[in-house]
């Protein structure tokens, strides 16, 4: 999708920060041989590894397949794996599409799903829509007794921190009047002001309360 002049102009530090997130993903792939196909489930104009299929409902850059997550147009036991970050939320029914998510995977192979919690309103691009959010207990019952997956590992992603950046981000762009030129400028303004804050989850990570506030859920499970 072209951006606008402004949004070229601007530069905004995101407030997301997980600092187990490219290990995690790594040690997810590492798992899979030259021979795996891998599906990446909305990759957007992102490209998760060279061997994955990706697939979205816009025609971005990277995308192999353009389809509708929720009527994958693949047959069953296709994928040795499947990846899908930042999805759910922008879907209408996302326990269907865990379930289409199943039925592509082969046995004994994996999944890896990412989503949010407590971040702002996010509508994916193209579209305004943005309908769920998910604490980790609710994505694993997800996972696990509507999809059927084995729950391998799940946890949170991103932290305390990077939860109270983004909100605070938000926040502040309360008070700016709803001129679309100031609504960006300003959010990236603020953005300058607060993303620093998401960096204390590399030591928040480690709270016993870090389960009340946090910005993002996983989980890793096997068919």
């Not at 397949?65 to 040795?80: C, E, I, Q, T």
């Not at 990570?205 to 096997?222: D, E, L």
Request: glycine share 8%.
């Amino acid at each position: 999708m072209k951006k606008s002049i402004w949004e070229n102009l601007i530069v905004c530090p995101g407030a997301y920060y997980d600092p187990n997130a490219e290990k995690r993903k790594r040690d997810f792939l590492k798992n899979f041989d030259n021979n795996a196909r891998l599906l990446d489930l909305g990759s957007g104009d992102q490209k998760l590894h060279d061997r994955a299929i990706c697939l979205d409902i816009k025609p971005f850059t990277n995308v192999n397949v353009v389809g509708d997550a929720h009527f994958l147009p693949f047959k069953d036991n296709s994928f040795d794996g499947v990846v899908s970050f930042g999805v759910l939320e922008h879907t209408r029914r996302p326990w269907n599409i865990i379930k289409e998510v199943y039925r592509v995977t082969k046995k004994e192979r994996t999944v890896f799903i990412g989503v949010p919690f407590i971040q702002g309103y996010h509508p994916a691009p193209g579209t305004t829509e943005d309908m769920y959010r998910f604490t980790t207990e609710g994505l694993d019952y997800l996972c696990e007794s509507v999809g059927r997956f084995t729950r391998i590992e799940s946890g949170i992603g991103g932290g305390p921190a990077s939860a109270a950046a983004w909100i605070l981000r938000e926040f502040l762009l309360s008070f700016i009047p709803n001129f679309w030129v100031l609504k960006t400028l300003f959010y990236s303004i603020f953005g300058c002001l607060t993303f620093w804050i998401k960096y204390f989850d590399y030591f928040l990570m480690k709270s016993s309360q870090n389960h009340k506030i946090y910005s993002s859920a996983y989980f890793i499970g096997k068919k």
